[in-house]
């Protein structure tokens, strides 16, 4: 297998590389024919490694690649889970290379979707093709592939394509690496993540924009009242004012706090990686807590007014944000999403009216540690990293996780190999060249440990 990896590691990069060029932004329409772009390269690559039945699945949005090896009716089946759509590269000129058109420096692939999610979505097809030729023993297990082109919009049209092919998706358990370690060494599985609400509030003051001069002081600022209403959504403390926000938190106890702080994290280090003089967040609390088994509440973007060049003295008529909450066992995204709905409605001063959309959510999941699939996973890391693997909460969210236990009735491992400092979603997003080749490695082992466990 190593000699496989060796011989054949530059191909696999520059495959990716070709892959990466196609800016498959699902959040765009003007990329829309990149992404069905980005759909057909992957179900040819898919073909190519010896998967069988590849297919194009239509869907009312983007559609979905279908793939699948069967071993044996009595095999078990993973059925393997990822994305192909990106995020929006904006803002392009923070980018030091185009996002769009790849390059690997200082051992890293730069461009948009490196890590989140096509870099590690195409460690699962190369895994396969190793397996099918490496001369190891072949696929030990049935594997079904399912990657679709709408995760970073919210997976709008994956539910029903559940739905609608329960027998087609039938498996054993899922297998995603859409997530990552601690360390490249320091080996980890996320074990939980947590859920998402997200919503865009409109504040609307005056019927137009109005000359400063003539009504500043009389009429009441939009821009100023969202702030001072976002502002509100938080106490002195860092807690989130939303009334019975927390009332289903799940509190983890003392000792499960002391366990979670055996991982090895460094704050200073933190800090440095993202050029902070001090972290900030929920009063008592760990900064490892508070983006873990905490939720909590961002505004994502906000808007209003004149913003261009040089000066223009308006108070706008109305104000925008995008606020997002990460939600943590026991909240549901629908209950929080009626709460802050209310609570935001509730706290607009006289003078203004407020408009609240609710975008897309998901459910925090928490994952077994004490499964087959689990340990087959973790010993897989500890093959090919050296160390046992630890495992971690993320702090992101992943809302088909539980939508797939629900449908479905399946657990997930989440086997992921990117790091924090990969920054997805940012300027200059990339993914480790040492992470791409140690995922392609470490997979396969994973299949074999799993196809043998009793």
């Given at each position: 297998?190593a000699?496989?990896?060796?011989?054949?590691?530059?191909?696999?990069?520059?495959?990716?590389?070709?892959?990466?060029?196609?800016?498959?932004?699902?959040?765009?329409?003007?990329?829309?024919d990149?992404?069905?772009?980005a759909?057909?390269?992957?179900?040819?690559r898919?073909?190519?490694?010896?998967?069988?039945?590849?297919e194009?699945?239509?869907t009312?949005?983007n559609?979905?690649?279908?793939?699948?090896?069967v071993?044996?009716?009595?095999?078990?089946?993973?059925?393997?889970?990822?994305?192909?759509?990106?995020q929006?590269?904006?803002p392009?000129?923070?980018?030091?290379?185009?996002p769009?058109?790849?390059v690997?420096?200082?051992e890293?692939?730069?461009?948009?979707?490196?890590?989140?999610?096509k870099?590690?979505?195409y460690?699962h097809?190369?895994?396969?093709?190793?397996?099918?030729?490496?001369?190891?023993?072949?696929?030990?297990?049935?594997?079904?592939f399912?990657?679709?082109g709408?995760?970073?919009?919210?997976?709008?049209?994956?539910?029903?394509?559940?739905?609608?092919?329960k027998?087609?998706?039938?498996?054993?358990?899922?297998l995603?690496?859409?997530?990552?370690?601690?360390?490249?060494?320091v080996?980890?599985i996320?074990?939980?993540?947590?859920g998402?609400?997200?919503?865009?509030?409109?504040?609307?003051?005056?019927?137009?924009?109005?000359?400063?001069?003539?009504?500043?002081?009389?009429?009441?600022n939009?821009?100023?009242?969202?702030?001072?209403?976002?502002a509100?959504?938080?106490?002195?403390?860092?807690?989130?004012?939303?009334?019975?926000?927390?009332?289903?938190?799940?509190?983890?106890?003392?000792?499960?706090?002391?366990?979670?702080?055996?991982?090895?994290?460094?704050?200073?280090?933190f800090?440095?990686?993202?050029?902070?003089?001090?972290?900030?967040?929920?009063?008592?609390?760990?900064?490892?807590?508070?983006?873990?088994?905490?939720?909590t509440?961002d505004?994502n973007?906000?808007?209003?007014?004149?913003t261009?060049e040089?000066?223009?003295?308006v108070?706008?008529?109305?104000?925008?944000?995008?606020?997002?909450?990460?939600?943590?066992?026991?909240?549901t995204?629908?209950?929080?999403?009626?709460l802050?709905?209310?609570?935001?409605?509730?706290?607009?001063?006289?003078?203004?009216?407020?408009?609240?959309?609710?975008?897309?959510?998901?459910?925090?999941?928490v994952?077994?540690?004490?499964?087959?699939?689990?340990?087959?996973?973790?010993?897989?890391?500890?093959?090919?990293f050296?160390?046992?693997?630890?495992p971690?909460r993320?702090?992101?969210?992943i809302?088909?996780?539980?939508?797939?236990?629900?449908?479905?009735?399946?657990?997930?491992?989440?086997?992921?190999?990117?790091?924090?400092?990969?920054?997805?979603h940012?300027?200059?997003?990339?993914?480790?060249?040492?992470?791409?080749?140690k995922?392609?490695?470490?997979?396969?082992h994973?299949?074999r440990?799993?196809a043998?466990?009793?």
């Amino acid at each position: 297998m190593a000699n496989y990896l060796a011989d054949n590691q530059t191909r696999f990069l520059n495959e990716l590389m070709d892959w990466l060029r196609i800016p498959s932004v699902s959040a765009d329409p003007k990329f829309h024919d990149d992404v069905l772009r980005a759909a057909d390269f992957l179900k040819t690559r898919l073909e190519e490694a010896g998967v069988n039945n590849v297919e194009i699945c239509p869907t009312a949005g983007n559609p979905i690649v279908y793939g699948e090896y069967v071993v044996s009716p009595d095999a078990k089946t993973v059925l393997v889970y990822g994305h192909y759509d990106v995020q929006p590269a904006d803002p392009y000129e923070l980018w030091t290379s185009p996002p769009f058109e790849p390059v690997i420096k200082d051992e890293k692939i730069y461009a948009r979707g490196a890590c989140d999610d096509k870099g590690q979505v195409y460690m699962h097809v190369k895994a396969f093709e190793m397996m099918m030729r490496d001369g190891q023993g072949g696929v030990p297990c049935n594997i079904k592939f399912m990657f679709e082109g709408e995760e970073e919009i919210g997976s709008n049209n994956l539910e029903i394509f559940v739905r609608a092919n329960k027998k087609k998706l039938q498996a054993d358990v899922i297998l995603i690496s859409d997530t990552g370690m601690l360390a490249n060494d320091v080996p980890s599985i996320e074990v939980g993540l947590r859920g998402l609400s997200y919503h865009e509030v409109t504040v609307t003051g005056p019927n137009r924009d109005l000359h400063s001069g003539l009504y500043g002081g009389a009429v009441a600022n939009p821009i100023n009242v969202l702030c001072a209403m976002i502002a509100s959504l938080h106490d002195e403390n860092g807690h989130i004012t939303i009334p019975g926000f927390y009332d289903n938190v799940d509190e983890l106890s003392a000792d499960e706090r002391a366990e979670m702080a055996k991982a090895p994290f460094s704050e200073e280090e933190f800090k440095k990686s993202i050029g902070l003089p001090a972290t900030a967040g929920e009063k008592g609390y760990s900064s490892m807590e508070r983006t873990s088994i905490r939720p909590t509440l961002d505004v994502n973007g906000i808007w209003g007014g004149y913003t261009g060049e040089g000066a223009k003295t308006v108070i706008a008529s109305q104000a925008h944000a995008k606020i997002s909450m990460r939600l943590v066992p026991h909240q549901t995204s629908a209950e929080i999403s009626e709460l802050f709905q209310k609570h935001f409605r509730s706290i607009a001063p006289a003078g203004v009216t407020v408009s609240v959309h609710p975008h897309h959510g998901g459910e925090p999941v928490v994952t077994p540690t004490d499964s087959v699939a689990y340990r087959a996973a973790a010993d897989a890391m500890e093959t090919t990293f050296g160390k046992r693997p630890v495992p971690t909460r993320g702090g992101g969210s992943i809302p088909i996780v539980a939508m797939f236990k629900s449908e479905l009735g399946l657990d997930t491992v989440l086997l992921g190999f990117g790091l924090d400092s990969d920054a997805i979603h940012s300027p200059n997003e990339h993914f480790g060249v040492f992470n791409f080749l140690k995922g392609i490695e470490t997979i396969p082992h994973f299949y074999r440990n799993y196809a043998a466990a009793q």
